[in-house]
């Protein structure tokens, strides 16, 4: 008789025990092995054993042999509002956050429309094999309350709060810093710590705060344990500059947030394309991360990121979407545009450095690395299981691949969310594609 907390998936596993760096030949790091079952009881992984060697009766067994089987990808910085305006048409960030972005933001004032977006958002999520993810709501309450239970309800592992704008942005998407103040605090004390959540301080752009929001941010940063603050930094040139303006006693961008106290080994600013040496060095020394954002930079015009300039100092870099001026939410399209941005500079990005930023590495760079990200023992059983080829273009891909690594670097490049057969959260099918869409056994 099966235990009902018990289950055991076979399939191809590939995770990794360490950063694999840059070079091909990667070694222990990555971690292949391929028709096993992995164990799962309570909603974590327990072990793992080789296909011929089936867990008990007492195990539900289930059988994904010729899948791929993935840790769930962490999206560490993506806008939950801002899937009404994927692919907005001709203009570069600060056009576009007044044009598409701040309208379509201004909607989640309203309860309904807030709880619907949360709603479809962590589906999306789900759907595209993301099951942990840094969020931006938008400035209303409301947005990051109905978001936090969206995601409290499926069980998922998620960072966010709601966003600070005090100035610079249509009056619809401005509080105060005594409403945001009063609106964090309750937020905290309902959500932070609740579940798998986090509250993050949420400041939108050093140019939408004044000096004394930037203040009370790294106020709370200091009382409250554990919280996150997640922001944006030195995307677009233009935007560089406005800051310039704006902060003229401020050595760069990035000092604004270290001014006020917001730069620690829980903060993750987006984008970091115009950073200098010194900027970099800072990154490294308060432990902050870079969530590198390629299908944004490269749609928006923003600028080439630079990688491995960021690791040779030791600052951590991660890999997001970025939607809506990313154009998807799926990880391995996000991922194979920062394949083409590192190779417009020179690098080759292998598969193995790409999904280990993008599982481990990501959930090292938050904190989260005892809790998911890779298959080791003890870790939520949150994964996905992948086909490996979709359609006669993948599978005459898969077919003529002459290695392990030939094949999951054209997987990671050719794959979408439709190369997504399910969605485990905790050790429970969170989403599954519909049985007369999947191919294969």
Known sequence: MTHPSRIALRGDLLDFTADPGWALEAGAAVRWRPDHWLLIDAGR?????????????????????????????IDTHVHAPQLD????????????????????????????????????????????GTTAAVVFPTVHKVSADTLLAA???????L???KVLM??????????????????SRELIARWHGTGRLAYAMTVRFAPTSTEAQLDMAGRFLREVPGLYMQTHVAE???????????????RSYLDVYHRHGLLNERAVLAHGIWL????????????????????????????????RALEAVGAQVSVASDVGGGTSLSMTRTLAEAYKVQALLGEKLTAWKALYTATRGAAQALGLDAEIGSFEPGRMADLCVWDWAQGIVGERRMAVARDVHERVFAWMTLADERHLRETWVAGQCAHRRLAQAQSGP
Request: net charge negative; hydrophobic share 40%.
């Open 236 to 250: 677009n040139r233009a935007e560089v500059a406005w800051v310039r303006q704006l902060f003229p006693d401020a």
């Open 276 to 307: 200098d040496d010194t900027d970099r060095r800072l990154l490294a020394d308060t432990g902050a991360q870079i969530a590198h954002s390629p299908s944004s930079n490269l749609f928006l015009g923003s600028g080439l990121f630079g990688w």
């Open 45 to 73: 992984i327990v072990g793992a054993a080789p296909g011929d060697q089936p867990p008990g009766d007492d195990w539900q067994r289930i059988d994904h042999r010729g899948h791929l089987l993935l840790p769930g990808f």
């Open 85 to 128: 305006v994927i692919a907005s048409f001709g203009t570069e960030l600060l056009d576009w956050l007044n044009t598409y972005t701040f309208p379509a933001e201004q909607r989640y004032a309203d309860a309904a429309e807030a709880h619907d977006g949360a709603e479809r958002f962590c589906d999306a999520l789900l759907a595209h």
């Open 166 to 183: 005090d100035r610079h942005a249509p009056p619809g998407l401005m509080d105060t810093v005594e409403s945001a103040e009063r609106d």
């Open 159 to 161: 960072v966010t709060g």
């Open 151 to 157: 995601a409290h309800a499926r069980g998922m592992r």
